[in-house]
């Protein structure tokens, strides 16, 4: 019996993730780093503001003013540019857009609010190398979703120049994980469990910092005067509720969300582009890059 692309996709996370629990962290993140690359990347990365990033798709020239700057996933322990090579270079290829990656500081070495930090200071450095007028899309997927929404808020508040908008792919927003699809979801999505995540927060935020403050969970932050969001989620995914609770927030506080939602799908499912469920998703995030941003190199 010839097995669905979903079935294939299945096995090799359950392959991967059952042996993570011996594993040190440094073996989980290199495991990580591969489970998602489907071939080896070349990375030629280079700092920016003192952090590893890599062009996909090309990089800003004098006639580019128009890139998507990416927030990787991984629990803020884990992720990387190898690990999102192939989710960051179907977007660029998808929407014909260059995608800038960025590795900000992972805990445990570096607990909360490094990766906040960092991601601000990465949105900060491409306003600066893109200069005045230029579009910038956030983007992000899991955690890397949750440090998306928090920079779009943080640019805000320091004057920044505001991001045109936001992709976020099943985005960790709440990290208290007070939504019902932590329950209900819990034995369908086959790549995130609660325990996992839980363990993740507290690694990151620490003991005895509350996690449902917005400065963590940006879900419960101001959403007013934020650019158009896009939110693509799975039903099978643990972190559902944590879209539709930004849903009603965002559009309650006048920032236009649209969220669209793939049935029997699993966490941030885009990033096995092998799926076909992942080749609409990312149709549809190159489309709403295309009405947000404009054609590469229109004037602002």
Not at 8 to 31: F, K, P, Y
Not at 106 to 117: I, S
Not at 209 to 215: E, I, K, V
Not at 244 to 266: C, D, H, I, S, Y
Request: hydrophobic share 40%; net charge negative.
């Amino acid at each position: 019996m010839t097995r669905t692309p979903l079935a294939e996709v299945r096995q090799r996370i359950e392959n991967a993730t059952s042996h993570w629990a011996g594993m040190t962290l440094a073996e989980i993140r290199c495991d990580f780093d591969a489970l998602a690359t489907a071939v080896e990347p070349s990375i030629g990365s280079f700092l920016l503001d003192g952090m590893p990033a890599q062009w996909f798709g090309g990089g800003p020239t004098p006639d580019v003013d128009r890139a998507v700057l990416y927030f990787h996933g991984g629990g803020f322990q884990i992720g990387s540019l190898r690990s999102h090579h192939g989710l960051m270079s179907a977007i660029a290829s998808a929407s014909s857009f260059p995608v800038l990656g960025f590795e900000y500081r992972l805990a445990p070495e570096n607990r909360y609010p490094a990766a906040h930090q960092d991601s601000l200071k990465a949105y900060a450095a491409l306003c600066a190398l893109m200069g005045n007028g230029a579009r910038i899309a956030l983007a992000g997927d899991s955690a890397g979703g949750n440090l998306a929404l928090a920079t779009a808020v943080a640019a805000r508040r320091s004057g920044l120049p505001a991001p045109s908008c936001l992709v976020l792919i099943s985005p960790w927003l709440d990290l208290s994980m007070s939504g019902d699809s932590y329950r209900s979801r819990a034995e369908l999505d086959f790549f995130s469990k609660p325990n996992q995540l839980r363990a993740m927060a507290k690694t990151y935020l620490g003991r005895d910092r509350d996690p449902s403050q917005p400065s963590c969970s940006s879900v419960f932050d101001d959403l007013s005067g934020l650019p158009p969001v896009l939110v693509h989620a799975g039903d099978h995914d643990i972190t559902l509720d944590d879209a539709t609770a930004l849903e009603a927030r965002a559009n309650a506080a006048g920032t236009p969300v649209q969220l669209k939602v793939w049935a029997g799908m699993f966490h941030h499912f885009q990033m096995f582009q092998e799926l076909p469920e992942a080749q609409e998703s990312m149709a549809d995030i190159a489309s709403f890059l295309k009405a947000q941003l404009g054609p590469e190199g229109s004037p602002s």
